[in-house]
Nanobody
Framework: QVQLVESGGGLVQAGGSLRLSCTAS????????MGWYRQAPGKQRDLVAT????????NYADSVKDRFTISRDNAKNTVYLQMNNLKPEDTAVYYC??????????WGQGTQVTVSS
């Protein structure tokens, strides 16, 4: 099993920044993708950003491109989401995920991000 622990959420004014962290532990061998989803109240969970292990390949939802940056520290088994120029519509619970080949996603517990206007 893989355990994912997130931190870094909070309340910020529009235009501000936050950095989310997600640390993986347990059976982490074979993880090839990590990233973030988010879910606003009453809405589906949407993909925000992904990073592929062993490559520099990153993908972003159109709504966060040029504002959010995903990165990974392999030595710490940690993935980060730097969020700049936050908007009220970014308000959601942010979930870290990790995936191995031929398996379902592992999920973190979620961290709340609230952006006030």
């Amino acid at each position: 099993q893989v355990q994912l622990v997130e931190s870094g959420g909070g309340l910020v004014q529009a235009g501000g920044s936050l950095r989310l962290s997600c640390t993986a532990s347990g059976d982490i061998f074979g993880i090839n993708v990590m990233g973030w989803y988010r879910q606003a109240p009453g809405k589906q969970r949407d993909l925000v950003a992904t990073i592929i292990s062993g490559t520099a390949k990153k993908n972003y939802a159109d709504s966060v491109k040029d504002r959010f940056t995903i990165s990974r520290d392999n030595a710490k088994n940690t993935v980060y989401l730097q969020m700049n120029n936050l908007k009220p519509e970014d308000t959601a619970v942010y979930y870290c995920f990790a995936r191995k080949s031929f398996t379902s996603n592992y999920w973190g517990q979620g961290t709340q991000v609230t952006v006030s206007s």
